[in-house]
């Protein structure tokens, strides 16, 4: 069974830092397009940021380009995302997702995605 499980979330004050994480288990996501939304209540699924397979090229969201950091550690099945200077106004529940192998996907469109983990609050206090 392929489960996708998200870390890290919590409370920080705005200008802080939170390190999510996504577990994966089941399969190997070596070869996945694997990637962060969220959602703000009230809102769309956003994308946020996505790394592909075979060197990890990097994808970010306007929003959070030169803040947000995303890598993965295949060998451990898990994929990162550093969040530092967080506003406000990026708080939302951070969902992780991840595409079949060798996929070729649109990285910003949730449809594309396969996988998705259960979430994880992040709360940004001003």
């Known amino acids: 069974q392929v489960q996708l499980v998200e870390s890290g979330g919590g409370l920080v004050q705005a200008g802080g830092s939170l390190r999510l994480s996504c577990a994966a288990s089941g399969r190997t996501f070596s070869n996945s397009v694997m990637g962060w939304f969220r959602q703000a209540p009230g809102k769309e699924r956003e994308f946020v940021a996505a790394?592909?397979?075979?060197?990890?090229?990097?994808f970010y969201a306007d929003s959070v380009k030169g803040r947000v950091t995303i890598s993965r550690d295949d060998a451990k099945n898990t994929m990162y995302l550093q969040m530092n200077s967080l506003k406000p106004e990026d708080t939302a529940v951070y969902c992780c997702?991840?595409?079949?192998?060798?996929?070729?996907?649109?990285?910003?469109?949730?449809?594309?995605?396969?996988?998705w983990g259960q979430g994880t609050q992040v709360t940004v206090s001003s």
């Open positions: 790394i592909s397979w075979s060197g990890g090229t990097p």
């Open positions: 997702a991840a595409s079949r192998p060798y996929k070729p996907i649109s990285y910003y469109q949730p449809r594309m995605y396969d996988y």
